[in-house]
T-cell receptor
Framework: AAGVIQSPRHLIKEKRETATLKCYPI?????VYWYQQGPGQDPQFLIS???????DKGSIPDRFSAQQFSDYHSELNMSSLELGDSALYFC???????????????FGPGTRLTVL | GEDVEQSLFLSVREGDSSVINCTYT??????LYWYKQEPGAGLQLLTY?????DMKQDQRLTVLLNKKDKHLSLRIADTQTGDSAIYFC????????????FGKGTRLHILP
């Protein structure tokens, strides 16, 4: 069965550079969630999209932005990278709209971003 | 606010049962999850339980939910070396956004 695809799987950047992470949800899934997992930390919610509109925002820095495109894939854009942005970034997708209290999110393998 | 707590470490002998415990704060959560994360790998959904259930069993995994005490546990029977991983307890946020709130994770170490 198709799963959530994230690219790239690994990314190395230097401070103050920009990075773009991509997420391709499971076919027919129209809701996408982004999570950030710092070293030794639990995943933290960043932002979510449903039907190409931002659904909710968590602890996402202003330096980050994201969008969902017409084919439902999503991109997380990160600018002015800092050492503390080094983390594993997960994307999850769902075929249920947010806010219905019933949800199964399927996680991608993650993108490991290292900022030097 | 929403919070999920679990102990950070658990050591179990191979062949024994592992029991990982978790408490959560949002009594209105409809879904509670257990995720497994092996070193350097992604998050694997092991199992989930709907809030109107007390127990769910799936092969070697048994999930128990005490809604009154807001306590969730994961029992792994006949623990194997391949079960060595970090196990995250998580709840579905009921704030209208359906984000998942994770605990800090329990690192399960298997003793030979």
């Amino acid at each position: 069965a198709a799963g959530v695809i994230q690219s790239p799987r690994h990314l190395i950047k230097e401070k103050r550079e920009t990075a773009t992470l991509k997420c391709y949800p499971i076919p027919r899934h129209d809701t996408v969630y982004w999570y950030q997992q710092g070293p030794g930390q639990d995943p933290q919610f960043l932002i979510s999209f449903y039907e190409k509109m931002q659904s909710d925002k968590g602890s996402i820095p202003d330096r980050f932005s994201a969008q969902q495109f017409s084919d439902y894939h999503s991109e997380l854009n990160m600018s002015s990278l800092e050492l503390g942005d080094s983390a594993l970034y997960f994307c999850a997708s769902s075929n249920l709209s947010p806010g219905r209290g019933q949800n199964e999110q399927f996680f991608g393998p993650g993108t490991r971003l290292t900022v030097l | 606010g929403e919070d999920v707590e679990q102990s950070l470490f658990l050591s179990v002998r191979e062949g024994d049962s592992s029991v990982i415990n978790c408490t959560y704060t949002d009594s209105s959560s409809t879904y509670l999850y257990w995720y497994k994360q092996e070193p350097g790998a992604g998050l694997q959904l092991l199992t989930y339980i709907f809030s109107n259930m007390d127990m769910k069993q799936d092969q070697r995994l048994t999930v128990l939910l005490n809604k009154k005490d807001k306590h969730l546990s994961l029992r792994i029977a006949d623990t194997q070396t391949g079960d060595s991983a970090i196990y995250f307890c998580a709840e579905l946020s009921m704030g209208g956004d359906d984000k998942i709130i994770f605990g800090k994770g329990t690192r399960l170490h298997i003793l030979p």
